[in-house]
């Protein structure tokens, strides 16, 4: 198990090494240069804006020296937020992601499993129809329809919250509801799924002969083995809601990172983008790891076969 | 003794999936509302290609009537004429991107598969790796770095989309490679082509065309993202993504701009997903029995 952890580590390490480098690659061997502005340069504030931040250096040293940085934390300096390192914008706006996309999360589980698991065990009655006709409808319903629409709705014309904005201490409510939903119901969709191909399994069907009620069942037998599917499309889901999504956080102007990193983006602010990149991929690699870890501590048979 | 005529009773395996599709109805009902709404897409897009982005300063904000039938912007320009002018770029961004991502993945997973041992194993981890990859930051960097044009939207999404079906087509590869007619096909001499070309490929396409089928959605919902941000599809050309975006920062006072390109979107999406969901059923005769 010990080996499988640190095996899934290294990797990760590989991941988060190579989207550094694919993202310096691809900034600077493209087009544009994020001094160019409308008024001409003087040249030599030109070198020595370049000589500030090292790019006049050959590729490979810049790349080296990048890569030496976020090894050792210490993060540059933002090309167009001057004076504010990428750690403090990350510092500043994970927090805001972090609260949208984690109650978003547990919006989507909270209602997703429940919904899931009612239609797998009343499958082929009125629940499990009514329920997937919903499930279906909502992934459909995109967050750049849903979240306008929301804003509009308990925003603009009820007003029981802002529009939009991170003033109030609810202000959180919105967006975390336009997220949570949408992935709710891809959530109840899979939960569906596994836990239906758990019940038609052999060691349910001994269970159902010893006369174990049918809650228990569900709880202590089916469930544990239908979570598997499910997690990993959960460990994604998670990360990806709490570093902010590029969309809901522009429908509802949230200053957290997938904003931070939009904006970073369209100015060319290329350390920032770097650095939030960075960061999406250590995200992602940490939830990974965790998915694996409890699928191993869910499912003895992987547990067993990797020690 | 088989009779002659058993051959034309017994139907190939791409005519029984198509029966087995047309029992399904929803599945029918989605078809035929894809085909009604990329029919009208597309014939919009022949008719109003010029007219779409005319300005009629006279006529702005209109709501719905039987002059606009969905109103008009800002600019007075014909929200109909837009959304389907709009719906045959954000269809063909669905459909060419898909190919683009297919087509990467069939290649990929192929030579994986083919090549076995060190080649397939460097290759697969190599996967894994770019599944833990911030995808929709990287298509954002690249529509950021680069000139934005439709050719770029193809190749950045098609490029991020291929990592699954190369891993379906792989594992498809493997199951076949040490089959009775691969290897009696082999023993006859012949080449690593031919049999890639008669025998991997027919036989993988069936599962590659369930997988595109659920990948043209995505696709098309990743590029209305871009759009909607203001990175995908450049104005005057529209595409159901910008064509949101506009209505969204109207929708207080003309909901119809927010309303109908909506619509038409998630009505295309379901379609394609419910086509998705019947098209697994019919092509994969395992799932089929199992329902």
């Known amino acids: 198990m010990i080996r499988f952890i640190l095996q899934r580590l290294f990797q990760g390490l590989i991941v988060i090494i190579a989207v550094i480098s694919l993202t310096f690659l691809i900034v600077r061997l493209g087009p544009g240069n994020p001094f160019a502005k409308e008024r001409e340069m003087p040249e030599y504030v030109r070198q020595n804006l370049e000589k500030l931040y090292g790019l006049d250096q050959p590729l490979h040293v810049q790349l080296g020296r990048n890569l030496w940085n ?8 933002s090309y167009r937020l001057k004076g504010w390192t990428v750690g403090d914008i990350i510092a500043q706006g994970f927090p805001v992601s972090f609260t949208v996309g984690g109650c978003a999360f547990l919006i989507a589980i909270g209602i997703g499993i429940p919904a899931g698991a009612l239609a797998a065990v009343r499958a082929g009655q009125f629940q499990d129809r009514a329920t997937m006709l919903v499930a279906t409808l909502g992934i459909c319903v995109p967050s750049l329809v849903l979240g306008p629409l929301i804003s509009l709705c308990f925003g603009l014309k009820l007003q029981w919250f802002n529009a939009g904005g991170w003033y109030d201490a609810d202000d959180w409510v919105l967006p975390s509801v336009t997220l949570g939903l949408i992935s709710a119901a891809a959530v109840a969709r899979l939960t569906r799924g596994g836990l239906r191909e758990t019940l038609a399994a052999d060691h349910i069907r001994t269970a159902r002969a010893k006369g174990l009620s049918e809650s228990v069942i569900i ?26 999504s590029f969309v809901t956080e522009t429908v509802f102007q949230l200053p957290g990172l997938g904003r931070h990193f939009i904006s970073s983006a369209l100015h060319k602010d290329f350390t920032l983008a770097m650095g939030l990149a960075a960061f999406f991929a250590v995200l992602i690699v940490g939830f990974n790891l965790l998915v694996d870890i409890l699928q191993a501590w869910l499912n003895p048979r992987i547990r067993l076969t990797e020690k | 003794m088989m009779p002659a005529s058993s051959s034309t009773s017994a139907p190939g ?12 109805r929803t599945a029918m009902i989605a078809l035929s509302g894809l085909a009604f ?20 300063l006279q006529a702005v904000m209109l709501p719905p009537s039987l002059d606009h039938w969905m109103g008009t912007d800002n600019l007075g320009r014909d929200v109909f004429q837009r959304v389907l002018c709009g719906g045959g770029v954000s269809l063909l961004v669905g459909i060419v991107a898909t190919a683009v991502a297919m087509g990467i993945g069939l290649a990929y997973g192929l030579v994986s598969g083919l090549g076995g041992g060190r080649v397939d194993g460097l290759m697969m981890r190599i996967v894994d790796i770019l599944y833990g990859f911030p995808f929709m930051a990287f298509v954002i960097l690249l529509t950021v770095v680069f000139e934005r044009s439709l050719t770029l939207l193809f190749v950045a999404i098609g490029a991020v989309e291929w990592l699954t079906t190369a891993r379906v087509v792989r594992a498809q590869v493997l199951a076949l490679k040490n089959l009775e007619f691969v290897l009696a096909a082999r023993a006859c001499g012949a080449g690593t082509f031919h049999i890639l070309w008669r025998h991997m490929i027919p036989n993988v396409l069936g599962q590659v065309i369930i997988y595109a089928s659920l990948t043209v959605p995505n696709i098309m919902l990743l590029e209305a993202v871009l759009s909607f941000l203001g990175l995908g599809v450049q104005p005057p050309a529209s595409s159901w993504g910008s064509l949101i975006q506009e209505g969204a920062a109207n929708m207080e006072t003309s909901p119809w701009l927010l309303i109908f390109p909506g619509g038409f979107f998630i009505a295309t999406l379901l379609t394609l997903n419910l086509l998705g969901d019947a098209l697994r059923d019919a092509l994969d005769p395992k799932s089929t029995q199992q329902t």
Not at chain 1, 219 to 244: D, K, Q, T, V
Not at chain 2, 13 to 24: C, F, I, V, Y
Not at chain 2, 37 to 56: R, W
């Open chain 1, 219 to 244: 709880m202590r037998h089916a469930f544990r083995l239908a979570c598997l599917p499910l997690l990993n499309y959960l460990g994604p889901l998670a990360a990806g809601l709490i570093s902010g």
């Open chain 2, 37 to 56: 709404i990329t029919l009208i897409c597309v014939i919009g897009s022949l008719l109003y290609q010029e007219s779409q982005s005319a300005q009629n």
């Open chain 1, 70 to 77: 976020f090894a050792t934390l210490d993060l540059p300096v």
């Open chain 2, 13 to 24: 395996p791409w005519r029984a999936a198509w029966q087995r599709l047309q029992r399904q």
